[in-house]
């Protein structure tokens, strides 16, 4: 089924990542210390090492990728939700090598940052819960009463 809500701008930011933090964590520290609970992510940059994982849909299960070498982020674009009541970072993430070869996948924690250039939009107006979804196995967006 689809439904979506109506979201409204809010705050902005644009920023630095912690040297050799961790891509995940930080946003979502970042997020909590700001009282996001909705927002869209965007993350250039590069990082030390990475780990990804993909979603096996008939395993129902994630299998995790390690990456132990210095990677672009070509590209990492995500979302902030909450998810067990506290602000949460759904990420994908496309790296790529010295060859400029890529990978890509669903960011996971372990990820540590080179360099990286967040840009977070806080989404107001909406309630964007995760909760367990039957049929994906996945933490999805719950549908919300206010949504169409
Ligand atoms: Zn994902």
New binding site residues.
Partial sequence: MMWAQEAKPGRRWVGRLPFQGDLLESLEAFAAAKGVDAGWVNVIGAVKKAVI?F?DQKKKQYDHLEFNQELEIVSCV?NVSIRQGRPAA???ITLGDSRGHLYGG??VRGTVVFAGEFYLQELLGLQLQRGFDQETGLPLWEKHIGST
């Fill in positions: 994982g979603y995500g759904h990420l994908h669903h960011l």
